[in-house]
């Protein structure tokens, strides 16, 4: 059967459950979209303010280490060898502790596949770094050597970085995150130039790779301050100048300029040392703007970081309200459905119903009534349906037209049938009176003949007669009336025999309505 076979109900909860489930699914997509976009945003912040300031500080200690391995590969001399022994276990405590914040709950609850990934591998990289603590021990490696493989190793601070600003879905959060990594970076370039430059001091010699090495540094650094000044807001680029223009200040910037261009211009490292260069004054000045560059990119981060936690707020805040509306509009759409479905089958059910009785109750009652002769009013007997005037209204209007029409034929059928009848119990009647009085005459003419045969006759006729009225009064029974003889007093034995047909007998014709007199039988055909 198909869809045929089922019902309206079920039709219309099908074509409301629809649009009901769909609306489900958008709406859960969105509260979906939603909560994954606050769970993010308040994820980035936690993650990055437990493992910034650690991972900052712990690729301090590298640097330190990696300056003072090239220091004392440039200058073996005891007091280097124990400066870099010092920088190492000052390393290993700070692994000790970085690899306590790695495995945190606050961290591995909120770092993504990708932020775990960069962290273990940063964790892996410094744990693996024994071999080359050996080598510069043993001084087996080149100083510029030992800058690539210390710069390596640090360069996964930045691996973990980018990969906590790549998870951030706010595009205004992401750009800040980059500007911030940006600041970093330029203070590892620093230091990648502290390291060759101070290798070079001690050894009294800067080579050409060597020279190459801290030009390609300072010009990363140039390129990372200008892509922080980019990305970094204007409140947070105010803040961070002003912090680097008062712990470093502007004498101290430019005498770092002067020293960078010199380097990059080929100029002798004896003749930079006649100007004022010396392992004090460039550890001086390093420092300075390592340490300034530090706090302000910390001021920095810390109002990035009350900013990613405003829009967590906010995305969480949205949350909240797109789960009200969205319930709320789910919960109101549900219920006009329902309220609809149930008003429409309702009203399927009362023209169903009213259907239903029309064929079963009304019109059999109807014509009952008629065959009884009562009268029967077409309103009283077919009230309009209330179903209102819409299309399901105008069909209980069809449904009225149609159970008015069928009383009101019914009605007219009944009418014609009566008129019919009356005219068939008129001629009958008419017939019954013509047909009495011919039998009278009969009777009378009966009584006066004295000729067997014309008697014979008038019996004849009597007889036809008698058959007639009997046939009048059947008409009149079928036409719904009662027969026109009727007795209400006891009626007499002779009487009834009179009423009686007459009969042949062996001796003659014998006829009730003249008992005294008998005639001898008609002659044998034969």
């Not at 190492?88 to 306590?100: M, P």
């Not at 059910?349 to 009652?365: I, N, Y």
Request: charged share 20%; no cysteine.
């Amino acid at each position: 059967m198909g869809s045929r076979g089922r019902s309206i109900r079920l039709r219309i909860y099908i074509l409301v459950a629809i649009p009901l489930i769909t609306m489900l699914g958008l709406f859960g997509y969105v509260a979906y979209t939603s909560v994954t976009n606050w769970l993010n945003l308040d994820r980035a912040p936690s993650l990055i303010q437990a493992t910034s300031i650690p991972i900052t500080n712990f690729t301090d200690l590298l640097q330190v280490e990696r300056r003072a391995a090239i220091v004392y590969e440039s200058q073996p001399s005891a007091a280097n060898l124990a400066a870099y022994r010092s920088a190492v276990t000052a390393s290993k405590n700070g692994l000790a502790s970085f690899e306590g914040v790695v495995s945190s709950p606050t961290t591995t609850q909120n770092a993504s596949a990708a932020e775990t990934a960069a962290l273990n591998n940063m964790v892996s990289q410094v744990a693996g770094i024994g071999g080359l603590r050996a080598q510069v021990s043993a001084r087996s490696i080149s100083p510029f050597n030992t800058l690539i493989a210390y710069s390596d190793i640090i360069a996964t601070q930045d691996n973990v970085f980018q990969s906590q600003a790549a998870t951030m879905t706010q595009t205004i959060a992401s750009s800040q995150g980059l500007g911030l990594i940006s600041t970093v970076n330029a203070r590892e370039d620093l230091s990648e130039q502290d390291a060759v430059l101070a290798g070079a001091l001690a050894a009294q010699s800067l080579t050409g790779p060597e020279r190459a090495a801290f030009s390609q540094a300072a010009g990363r650094q140039f390129e990372d301050t200008q892509l922080y000044e980019r990305l970094l807001s204007p409140a947070e680029l105010t803040s961070f100048n002003a912090t680097m223009t008062k712990m470093a200040p502007s004498a101290i910037q430019t005498n770092l300029t002067k020293i960078q261009d010199a380097v990059e211009a080929d100029i002798p490292l004896s003749e930079m040392e006649q100007q004022g260069l010396s392992t004090a004054t460039w550890k001086l000045l390093t420092s300075t703007w390592q340490k300034a560059n530090y706090q302000a990119a910390t001021n920095a981060s810390a109002a990035t970081l009350s900013f990613d936690k405003q829009l967590a707020v906010d995305a969480k805040q949205r949350v909240w309200e797109t789960a009200g509306v969205g319930a709320v509009g789910l919960i109101l759409t549900l219920i006009v459905s329902l309220l609809l479905s149930r008003s429409i089958n309702r009203r399927l059910s009362t023209l169903r119903q009213s259907a239903l009785m029309l064929a079963h109750e009304q019109l059999p009652a109807v014509v009952a009534r008629l065959r009884r002769g009562e009268s029967v009013d077409v309103a009283a007997e077919a009230p309009p349906l209330r179903v209102g005037s819409d299309e399901i209204g105008q069909v209980g209007q069809a449904i009225d037209a149609v159970r008015q029409t069928a009383i009101r034929s019914a009605i007219d059928e009944a009418a014609v049938r009566k008129g019919v009848n009356d005219m068939f119990r008129n001629l009958a009647r008419r017939n019954q009176s013509l047909l009495q009085r011919q039998l009278t005459v009969l009777d009378e003419m009966e009584r006066r003949a004295t000729d067997p045969d014309v008697l014979e006759d008038l019996f004849k006729m009597d007889h036809l007669t008698t058959r007639m009225r009997r046939h009048a009064e059947g008409l009149i029974i079928l036409s719904g009336a009662p027969p026109g003889r009727s007795w209400s007093a006891p009626v007499k034995l002779i009487d009834v025999m009179r009423g009686a047909p007459r009969l042949r007998t062996t001796r003659g014709w014998w006829s009730p309505r003249s008992p005294a007199r008998h005639w001898p039988a008609p002659p044998s055909p034969t």
